[in-house]
Each structure stands twice: as structure tokens, then as C-alpha cells.
């Protein structure tokens, strides 16, 4: 069964600190993988696309990596700002790209 | 200079009524598709239509039909609505470029359906 799962389900953090998101998926075939961020009350926005053969990927302050081997991948946020405050969500595609499998999101809070 | 943009951005309706989203993109992109987000934060994909032609079409009840009447437009038509179908839905889009493609999708920010 197609799944991806991610960790934490939650997390607080102090401006400026940084973070680590995790994300499992099992998906088959494998075609790439995609963090996105979604604000509350609006759309996700594409944050970093990996296809199997990427280590890693940046996106400002955002890092993501990918190990296809352990279908393992995180996102690191490096000086978190407040504005980093949303759910992060983890997609694993299949069939060359045009399936999407969503993980639940990690819901990230940035405190003062 | 909305890229995905989708009408309504609330609707609140009886259980039974039939009611439609629209959807529209002017980024020139080759495929939309069409998201369910339930209550628990889940995006499930429902259809996915590349230049009007359906690709992808998830285990959605047949009361949900997408129309495609040109590549910048999916319009989600949903008949004899239920409890179940409160969500919010998703439109997004994407270039299409073959197989294996890693182009991002730009969503729009979602259309929140209430039955009562």
C-alpha cells in the first residue's frame, strides 16, 4: 500500500533555533519526492522536488534530503522566522509522476 | 495575477443539492488536477486531467465529475451532496514535460464546502 508517514505530528520551536522534519513513505514505483508548505487557510506551496538519483536539495532556508534506499527523507529549517509557522507535507509521487501520495503533515509553530 | 484561482472560497449547502467549483489557471500549465482535504489535514488526489484529457481518476464516487472545457479550466461538479463531501478541495496545476516529470504543482487556496 501506497504511504507516506512524518514526524512529528507537531512541533514548538523559538524563533531563530532550527528543525528537523522527518518523512517515511512507501510508495511503487518511486518517482520523486516533494516538500510543501501550507498556511493555514491556503493552498501548499512547493517548497523542493527530489527525484530518486538527488542527496539534497535547498530552498533558501530550507534543506531537504532524500536516501531512496531507506525511503527515508527531512526537511531542516535553519533559523526558523515566525513566518515558518504551517504544516509541512511530505509527497511521495508514483507512476511517473502523476500519482501523489500526501503525508499528514507536520504542523510547525514558531514562537517569540 | 492569481496563478490557480477557484470560485467559490466558501460554500455552505443542504445535503442533497448539486453545486459546482470552478477552477481556472493562467500559468499555461498542461494538467490540473482536483484534491479533497478532510478534516484530519489529508490531501487526497480525486482526478488529474493533462490538455482536457483525464488521467487519473481516484476511487471518488460518480457523484463527483470533473469538466474540463479547455486546459486552463477543471470545474468539479458534485450532485445529491452528502455529509461526507465537507471538505475543503483543493484545484492545482503543473507542467507536464513526460514521464518521471518533477514539476511542482502551484495550488489554489481551496474552496471550503460545509454540508448541513
Known amino acids: 500500500k501506497n504511504q507516506v508517514e512524518q514526524s512529528p505530528q507537531s512541533l514548538i520551536i523559538l524563533e531563530g533555533k532550527n528543525c528537523t522534519l522527518q518523512?517515511?513513505?512507501?510508495?511503487?514505483?518511486?518517482?520523486?519526492l516533494r516538500w510543501y508548505k501550507q498556511d493555514t487557510g491556503r493552498g501548499p506551496v512547493s517548497l523542493t522536488i527530489?527525484?530518486?538519483?538527488?542527496n539534497t536539495k535547498s530552498n533558501g532556508r530550507y534543506t531537504a534530503t532524500l536516501d531512496a534506499d531507506t525511503k527515508q527523507s527531512s526537511l531542516h529549517i535553519t533559523a526558523s522566522q515566525l513566518s515558518d509557522s504551517a504544516s509541512y507535507i511530505c509527497?511521495?509521487?508514483?507512476?511517473?509522476?502523476?500519482?501523489?501520495?500526501f503525508g499528514p503533515g507536520t504542523r510547525l509553530s514558531v514562537l517569540p | 495575477d492569481t496563478a490557480v484561482s477557484q470560485t467559490p472560497k466558501y460554500l455552505v449547502t443542504q445535503m442533497g443539492n448539486d453545486k459546482s467549483i470552478k477552477c481556472e489557471q493562467n500559468?499555461?500549465?498542461?494538467?490540473m488536477y482536483w484534491y479533497k482535504q478532510d478534516s484530519k489535514k489529508f490531501l487526497k488526489i480525486m482526478f488529474s486531467?493533462?490538455?482536457?484529457?483525464?488521467?487519473i481518476n481516484e476511487t471518488v464516487p460518480n457523484r463527483f465529475s470533473p469538466k474540463s472545457p479547455d486546459k486552463a479550466h477543471l470545474n468539479l461538479h458534485i450532485n445529491s451532496l452528502e455529509l461526507g463531501d465537507s471538505a475543503v478541495y483543493f484545484c492545482?496545476?503543473?507542467?507536464?514535460?513526460?514521464?518521471?516529470?518533477?514539476?511542482?504543482?502551484?495550488f489554489g487556496d481551496g474552496t471550503r464546502l460545509s454540508i448541513l
Open positions: 492545482a496545476s503543473s507542467q507536464r514535460t513526460g514521464p518521471n516529470s518533477n514539476q511542482p504543482q502551484h
Open positions: 518523512c517515511n513513505y512507501t510508495v511503487s514505483p518511486f518517482s520523486n
Open positions: 527530489m527525484t530518486f538519483s538527488e
Open positions: 509527497v511521495a509521487s508514483t507512476l511517473y509522476g502523476q500519482n501523489f501520495v
Open positions: 500559468l499555461g500549465h498542461d494538467t
Open positions: 486531467y493533462n490538455n482536457k484529457e483525464l488521467i
